[in-house]
């Protein structure tokens, strides 16, 4: 069981990823790696945070926000998934987490769309010009509020549905070790990366940069 403090913490850190996708900021707290992180350092486990939100981070990287797309929003929902890998460890906390944290975006990517509906609704007297500067103001920050509540719900419902699904989810898992499910769950992430890269257009000095950084995060991550 969480004790109080840690499940404020995670709340509002699930409050932040959430604003931080559009609303305020735009800081990258609404990246699972962050987010992940951050969870595990709540939970004394900043390991397995970094490690679930690497995983998630993948899944995700090809997803690019552009216009009205509806995409998961993987940033809260790693905060759960962190939560369910850190209290059942080992590959099948991983298993779990991994697995919660992407229906979790899933869901999330649904509420925004909802959320969007909600603000239309809300801004709808300042489209048709039966709002002054002081009521517009109101109303912008009634969507903030809206769109941090809409955070807050999904991770502390997310965390319940973590804590009583967990060992259910984890005694499911074959008998896998850490490794082989890491490399196991970062399969869909290389697809999705490779699809981003094929849409990129590489002039030979960006394609340099871009192998330096790739080796260079190779080296310091077998370093390490």
Do not use: K
């Amino acid at each position: 069981m969480l004790e109080p403090s840690s499940w404020l913490l995670l709340v509002a850190l699930g409050v932040a990823a959430a604003l931080d996708t559009t609303s305020v900021g735009q800081i990258m707290v609404s990246r699972p790696l962050v987010s992940g992180t951050l969870a595990g350092w709540v939970l004394g486990d900043p390991q397995t945070g970094l490690l679930l939100g690497g995983v998630l981070e993948a899944v995700h990287l090809g997803g690019l926000p552009m216009g009205g797309a509806r995409l998961p929003e993987p940033g809260p929902a790693a905060i759960p998934g962190v939560v369910v890998a850190v209290s059942l460890g080992g590959s099948p906390g991983l298993a779990a987490g991994a697995a919660l944290g992407t229906v979790w975006g899933l869901l999330g990517g649904g509420s925004i769309s909802l959320l969007r509906r909600a603000n239309g609704w809300i801004t709808r007297p300042v489209d048709e010009g039966r709002s002054d500067y002081r009521a517009l103001s109101l109303r912008h920050w009634a969507c903030i509020a809206l769109d941090g509540t809409r955070g807050a719900v999904l991770t502390a419902v997310g965390i319940g549905m973590g804590t009583a699904l967990s060992t259910r989810l984890g005694g499911a898992w074959w008998p896998l070790g850490t490794p082989d499910t890491v490399a196991l769950l970062l399969l869909p992430g290389a697809l999705a990366g490779g699809a981003l890269l094929r849409s990129w257009s590489f002039p030979r000095r960006r394609a340099l940069l871009f192998l330096v950084g790739a080796l260079g995060g190779v080296a310091l991550a077998v370093i390490l």
